[in-house]
């Protein structure tokens, strides 16, 4: 069952029980400050208008409502006034979609809570609750802060807020009242803001408030980006410069045509913003940011909270995968399985030796599992302890018994305990061979031993000889549900594992076996304890498992797999995990047994600490990627024709094709589609195959051709168009009228062969955009607004094959990028 840690160095001293703060207790909890855990949005509003106001569209209607204003059009200069209200509350709704929409985040709130404050029950606003209040939820209220329930029966919580998960969720007190707060609680014990309880009247004792939680963390993670540009954001910058570039150069090229063909300045100075508006890329660096703050959210769903959201863009990318062995790809629940007494020794001496050895406040569970086993410990008086460490191997603790003799019991790994017993070497090598055999079917085993501390010795010094041996331990540690299949999701994609472990080599190996990892044949490498990672690996070497290793050769793995061109993602729990984890491309910190330090120095925190989560999440990172590149084809299928036909048909001295008006109904289209259509499209089969290219890119050089000579056919079929409709009678109305017909079918295929309309948003965008096109060009009334015709028969006829051709076309495009994903 998962758990998930308490951090009682933030709570008042306290047990489960039903008391709650009082007013001094408050204050001094107060320096942990307020629960707001989604930011005010009482500025909202100010914050949209400012940001449409950087809306270059929104300056282009000004300017050129001001030119035919000038000229005394005032109809046209009053049309282009009134289609602002359209583009503006466009602006507002993608906006407040895009920034995860305070209000909207915030509904899923608790706006009040019902607290016990100096015995008395109060209602307050839930901004001011602190670690240590004792709330009461009803049924159908929200959390107001993530907290223990510490009372009430038959309590079910709607957890779809968090986990997507739709089926309500079975929730269970703490209990008894009179014990003191766990330093972990199972997910089942814990209440969680902006979910909401179902059934039952709960009580419970909040632990984390404001960004602290994990609703805060995820708000926050969507909302606020990374401050350093990464590869696909540098990307994404080279190819709106170039486009930005092209862009000017055609509007000073087609001003000064305009000119020449002797059409005056207002006509030329028109054209030139019209073109620049339909050629302005402003839309991909949009896209990127709002599908960045969609996928925080889609992984958290996936048990992967992410603090850092340009880690959505690299979590997608990885192709090597450091992982720990215990907690992450098995349960980390050791269970002692075997005893194995040394002569003279029984099965309850060997354990009481081991346990004396272990601290029951350490919290390795192997030395909890132990204590478990045992029981209580018999009378005797702690001397000294020597903790296990790595270079030793090994934790030794000196006792006072009963009997008033200071005896040293040790434990650790057993070819370290071995070298300090007195044995033969036919008796050390049996030993061996049965750890051997152990750990070959998979089990963590230690070896323990005890000596008495002669008249003299010092306390203070670990003894290094002399020991008697009194057998062998063994634990298992099971595998953790759906993490073979992970392993074989890796391996079919390419994506490299190796599983680090500082257990023996055969307990390693037998795990590998288990999960798939390197098949039956799996290479373990096993690193001394001044071995250089680098050095005894390789480069490519194919290692599955490193055996026996230290943090620093850890960090030293990350390094050489760096400098072989792998980009790594690493899991760490400890404070010792923290150099790997900051150096990795991707750190993976464990939620429910990380450290606070490991925890903050890793971009991604896993809720589960499981290895499928990370393989999940990988394949969630690379989805939003695909979503990316299908949403960035989109705009440049759609924008190709739209500034070739705004640029080739004034150079042939012809009246515009697009005037403002309808430049700001394509951009009531296009933008939308964009952003919404592609950003929710789920997985379509197995994890995709990784790709070690060096750089981020988002097209092949083959799918650049192949979307140049798309577009390029697109804007054949736009500027035919408005030829073959303007006719000899020189209708430029209907001429304009078929041209956009033409594009906007083209906008629908693209979306439907991209799609697949596999989403009901698409679905909507397509009929939406397919309506606009009925109303504002076949109505009359509209029509003659909008400066355009009303088509044929034929017309239409001709506009319905474009848009099939178009998406059939669209639909072998994506394929085929699906297949040679760069």
């Known amino acids: 069952m998962s758990h998930r840690r308490v951090p009682l160095d933030k709570l008042p001293t306290m047990r489960i029980g039903d008391a709650g703060l009082s007013a001094l207790e408050v204050e001094a909890q107060r320096r942990h400050g307020f629960n707001d855990i989604v930011a005010d949005a009482t500025s909202g509003w100010f914050v949209v208008a400012r940001d449409t106001a950087r809306d270059p569209m929104l300056w282009f209607l000004v300017l050129t409502a001001g030119l035919f204003g000038l000229l005394g059009q005032v109809t046209e200069s009053l049309t282009l006034l009134v289609a602002m209200v359209p583009l503006l509350g466009m602006d507002a709704y993608l906006h407040r979609r895009t920034t995860a929409s305070s209000a909207g985040l915030a509904s899923r709130l608790a706006s009040s809570a019902r607290v016990l404050r100096d015995g008395k029950w109060l209602?307050?606003?839930?901004?001011?609750?602190?670690?240590?209040d004792l709330v009461e939820v009803k049924a159908g209220e929200y959390f107001p802060a993530d907290g223990l329930l510490v009372g009430g029966s038959e309590l079910q919580a709607d957890e779809s807020t968090l986990t997507g998960e739709s089926l309500p969720v079975p929730k269970q007190a703490l209990e008894p009242p009179e014990a003191a707060l766990p330093e972990s609680a199972a997910e089942a014990q814990w209440g969680t803001a902006g979910t909401r309880l179902l059934t039952g009247q709960a009580r419970l004792r909040i632990i984390c408030i404001g960004t602290d939680t994990r609703y805060g963390e995820i708000v926050r993670s969507a909302t606020e980006g990374g401050h350093t540009s990464t590869p696909l954001q540098k990307a994404i910058g080279q190819l709106v410069a170039t486009l930005l570039g092209m862009a000017i150069v055609m509007c000073i090229v087609l001003a000064g045509t305009r000119l020449w063909q002797g059409h005056g300045w207002i006509d030329a100075l028109l054209s030139a913003v019209t073109l620049a508006v339909?050629?302005?890329?402003?839309?991909?660096?949009?896209?990127?940011?709002?599908?960045?703050g969609v996928g925080v959210f889609r992984l958290a769903r996936r048990k992967a909270l992410v603090r850092r959201a340009v880690a959505v863009?690299?979590?997608?990318?990885?192709?090597?995968?450091?992982?720990?062995?215990t907690g992450t790809i098995t349960a980390g629940t050791l269970v002692l399985a075997h005893r194995t007494p040394a002569h003279g020794e029984d099965d309850d001496s060997v354990l009481r030796v081991a346990t004396l050895a272990a601290r029951p406040d350490s919290g390795d569970p192997l030395d909890q599992a132990l204590h478990s086993a045992l029981g209580r410990l018999p009378p005797a008086t702690r001397l000294s302890q020597f903790p296990f460490t790595e270079a030793r191997r090994r934790e030794t603790v000196i006792w006072r018994l009963a009997d008033g003799d200071p005896m040293a019991f040790t434990k650790g790994a057993p070819e370290t305990v071995l070298s300090t017993c007195e044995l033969t070497g036919a008796e050390r090598a049996a030993w061996l061979d049965r750890v051997e055999e152990y750990a070959r079917s998979g089990h963590k085993v230690i070896g323990c031993a005890h000596r008495e501390v002669r008249v003299g010795e010092p306390f203070d010094v670990e003894p290094d000889g002399g020991f008697r041996f009194a057998g062998l331990l063994a634990f298992e540690d099971p595998v953790r549900e759906g993490v073979r299949e992970a392993i074989g999701d890796c391996m079919a994609a390419g994506i490299r594992v190796i599983m680090v472990t500082g257990d023996h080599p055969a307990t390693a190996e037998a795990i590998a076996r288990e999960i798939g990892l390197g098949g039956e044949a799996p290479r373990v490498v096993v690193l001394a304890p001044d071995d250089d990672a680098a050095r005894a690996l390789g480069p490519h070497d194919g290692t599955h498992v490193v055996a026996r290793a230290t943090p620093p050769q850890k960090l030293a793995l990350v390094q050489a797999l760096q400098a072989e061109g792998e980009l790594v993602a690493v899991t760490g729990d400890g404070v010792n995990d923290v150099p790997a984890l900051r150096l990795a491309d991707i750190g993976v910190a464990m939620g429910e047994r990380g450290t606070r330090s490991a925890r903050e120095v890793a971009p991604v925190v896993l809720l589960d600490d499981n290895f499928r989560t990370i393989v999940d999440a990988i394949a969630e990172g690379r989805q939003l990627f695909e979503n990316l590149r299908l949403s960035f084809v989109y705009l440049l299928l759609v924008h190709i024709p739209l500034v070739i036909g705004a640029a080739a048909i004034p150079l042939m001295n012809l009246p515009l094709l697009f005037q403002p008006i309808h430049v700001v109904w394509l951009e009531l289209v296009i933008h939308p589609t964009a952003m919404l259509a592609f950003q929710d499209l789920p997985r379509t089969g197995p994890l995709s195959p990784v790709s070690r290219k060096g750089r981020a890119r988002f097209f092949s050089t083959g799918a650049w051709l192949a979307i140049g000579l798309f577009g390029a056919m697109l804007s054949v079929a736009v500027v035919w168009s408005y030829l073959h409709a303007l006719g000899i009678d020189r209708n430029v109305d209907h001429a304009r009228g078929m041209a956009l017909s033409v594009l906007l079918m083209a906008s629908a295929g693209v979306t439907i062969g991209l799609t697949s309309m596999r989403r009901a948003t698409a679905r909507w965008l397509v009929a939406g955009t397919?309506?606009?096109l009925g109303l504002l060009v076949q109505m009359p009334v509209l029509s003659r607004w909008m400066n355009l015709r009303p088509l044929h028969l034929i017309d239409w006829g001709l506009v319905a094959a474009v848009g099939g051709v178009t998406c059939v076309a669209t639909l072998l495009l994506a394929s085929r990028m699906r297949r040679h994903s760069s």
């Open 278 to 292: 339909a050629a302005l890329p402003e839309e991909f660096p949009v896209v990127y940011t709002f599908f960045l």
């Open 313 to 325: 863009e690299n979590i997608g990318r990885v192709t090597c995968i450091v992982s720990d062995k």
């Open 123 to 132: 209602d307050i606003p839930s901004r001011e609750l602190v670690p240590g």
């Open 770 to 772: 397919l309506a606009s």
